[in-house]
């Protein structure tokens, strides 16, 4: 399985940034699962950002990016997105693209990193002050 994130770069405080996931080699078509967005800043534990259901209609939010940030995703392409407004150098982090273990999107799910499988590489978002 290969998840690929692509986006992230330098910001100033209330720019806006759109990150891209590619997913390719899964067991089941994309459109099977659920998946989610986690991010991790220097010497913190990785966060729970945002998670969508299978078909984008269900989506679940961190409390600090709720409001800020929209998770979506396009099935024909294979593809997440997160787009994130209002940015803020406390979103500074590296941002990660995961596929659950069977888990589905929930607020559970995204304060629980090790329910998710297959991560990327990450990409780095900084924002400046």
């Known amino acids: 399985v290969k998840v690929m994130e692509s986006g992230g770069g330098l910001v100033q405080t209330g720019g806006s940034l759109r990150l891209s996931c590619t997913v390719s080699?899964?067991?089941?078509?994309?459109?099977?699962?659920?998946m989610g967005w986690f991010r991790q800043a220097p010497g913190k534990e990785r966060e729970g950002v945002a998670c969508v259901n299978w078909s984008g209609n269900d989506t679940e939010y961190g409390d600090s990016v709720k409001g800020r940030f929209t998770i979506s995703r396009d099935n024909a392409k294979n593809t997440l997105y997160l787009q994130m407004s209002s940015l803020k150098p406390e979103d500074t982090a590296v941002y990660y693209c995961a596929v659950p273990h069977g888990a589905v999107c929930s607020i559970q799910a995204l304060s629980s990193p090790s329910d998710f499988g297959h991560w990327g590489q990450g990409t780095q978002v900084t924002v400046s002050s």
């Open positions: 080699g899964l067991t089941f078509p994309f459109d099977d699962y659920d």
